[in-house]
């Protein structure tokens, strides 16, 4: 339970603040098909500020690299994101096929950072 004058911190996707990771370029309609899957900003405070929250801060928060680009492919590959499951079976093979292009001309560079959305709610007292 979170007391009075508490905070939460919501590392999340909103439809109008999305994030931008390299590989969703290489599907067709990747960054729209994504950010469907989630309500906008003002939404997401509106129901908080509703149930008795204020917002104390919307920034950016940077994630780590997660390997090479290699490695990024195989851990898509396994197709975990709900993203994947928002597109046609060929925007997929499309995608793929542009994805694996890609990180073939260096499998082996690291895989870039990027920001993401960090929305900072505090519960009044």
């Known amino acids: 339970m979170i007391r009075p004058g508490g905070r939460l911190l919501l590392r999340a996707n909103f439809s109008d603040h999305h994030p931008r990771p390299w590989w969703l370029a290489h599907f067709p309609n990747g960054y729209e098909a994504d950010a469907a899957l ?3 900003l003002h939404e997401v405070i509106a129901m908080f500020t509703s ?3 204020r917002v104390a801060s919307f920034d950016t928060v940077t ?6 680009y290699g490695d990024m492919l ?5 197709r975990t ?6 597109l046609s079976p060929d925007d997929l ?3 793929f096929r542009r994805l694996e292009e ?3 001309a260096d ?3 690291p895989a870039p950072v990027f920001a993401e959305p960090l929305l900072t709610l505090e519960l009044h007292s």
């Open 38 to 40: 989630f309500q906008p």
């Open 51 to 53: 149930l008795g929250w």
């Open 63 to 68: 994630e780590p690299s997660s390997g090479t």
């Open 74 to 78: 195989e851990r898509l590959r396994l």
């Open 81 to 86: 994101l709900s993203f994947f499951a928002q």
């Open 93 to 95: 093979e499309a995608g």
């Open 102 to 104: 890609a990180v073939a």
């Open 107 to 109: 499998p082996d560079a």
